[in-house]
């Protein structure tokens, strides 16, 4: 389907009421480009610059599930001992997985 056949279905289903003029919108940006059609979790993916005992991998992974960074530890010290492939995972993450864009916290000043 076109673009263009797209914008008048879209259009269409607005006019009879099945869409919000919200959803309308949302639709379209996401037919025309203008916005990624899946904002999937690897697309939100990034390591953690403060959360980190080596590359960021687990802060990172922690960061955007459910889970905590130290369960995402566990998780990949028993698949390295266990399987074998944490280890792999882990470094292939560190590699292609992009930095978080929000600078580590400032530390506090020194008194003394």
Known sequence: ????????????????????????????????????????????????????????????LGAHTGLPSWAWRVIFCISVLYFGIGLLFYVLLWIFVPADSAPPPAAPPASG
């Open 1 to 60: 389907m076109s673009v263009s056949e797209e914008l008048e279905r879209l259009q269409a289903l607005r006019d009879r009421g099945a869409i919000t003029e919200a959803e309308f919108a949302q639709a379209k940006a996401r037919a025309l480009g203008s916005t990624p059609a899946h904002g999937g979790f690897l697309h939100r993916l990034s390591l953690s610059t403060s959360d980190r005992v080596i590359g960021g991998v687990c802060g990172g």
